[in-house]
């Protein structure tokens, strides 16, 4: 018989816990146990989480993030930001649309966010953009999550000002730690911020 666990690991009342490493220690002792014992491998572990919280772990030799299958999801093209504008009304006209996908790049729960925010009447996108970066806007809670996961990890810090500023980050390691946090990509040898929205906010949020 087969059994599944099914862990959806991305409430930050689990990230932000004192045992949050032996958490992620226990799970990836139970995956490990799966190559030696018999029993164990009748369980799969299926973990689901919105970014890979491998800056909150303090020895990743221990994070289960990063073995066994990996699907990682794309953010939206323009064509499907278009498309989920039109099931929400078209409550975006076809520039402000344009220049939601320039701030967001595509972002899947931020494009959500906003186009809920405008649909539901509880902005117009004008207020929308002009309150983008503002602690009290329609990213505030969002952002100021990262902010706080970023407070007190200096190199983490100095590399999104790097990246920020100079389009690169010479410690892959650190690079590697932003990417699966979700706050950067890179294409070819150029590294950016996930999207605009993320490199206004920490230009002005972080102190390096």
């Not at 491998?41 to 919105?50: E, F, I």
């Not at 990996?70 to 520039?95: K, M």
Request: charged share 20%; with cysteine.
């Amino acid at each position: 018989m087969l059994f599944w666990l099914f862990c959806q690991c991305v409430s930050p009342r689990v990230f932000d816990t004192d045992f949050r490493s032996d958490f992620f220690g226990m799970l990836r002792s139970w995956h490990n146990s799966r190559a030696t014992t018999p029993i164990w491998k009748q369980l799969d572990l299926a973990l689901v989480t919105s970014t890979e919280p491998n800056q909150l772990i303090d020895n990743l030799n221990q994070s289960p993030f990063n073995v066994g299958l990996v699907i990682d999801l794309e953010d939206f093209t323009a064509a499907q930001v278009a498309d989920l504008n039109r099931r929400h009304g078209s409550t975006f006209n076809a520039s402000e649309e344009k220049q939601l996908m320039a701030l967001l790049g595509g972002h899947p729960y931020l494009v959500r966010l906003a186009l809920y925010s405008v649909a539901s009447d509880r902005l117009h996108p004008t207020e929308l953009f002009a309150n983008a970066i503002a602690d009290n806007g329609p990213f505030g809670n969002h952002l100021r999550n990262h902010l706080f996961r970023l407070h007190n990890k200096q190199e983490l810090v100095q590399g999104i000002f790097q990246i920020i500023r100079q389009n690169t980050c010479e410690n892959e390691r650190i690079f590697f730690r932003l990417r699966g946090a979700g706050l950067v990509r890179r294409e070819g040898r150029v590294v950016f911020p996930r999207c605009q929205l993320y490199a206004d906010y920490f230009r002005e949020h972080l102190r390096g």
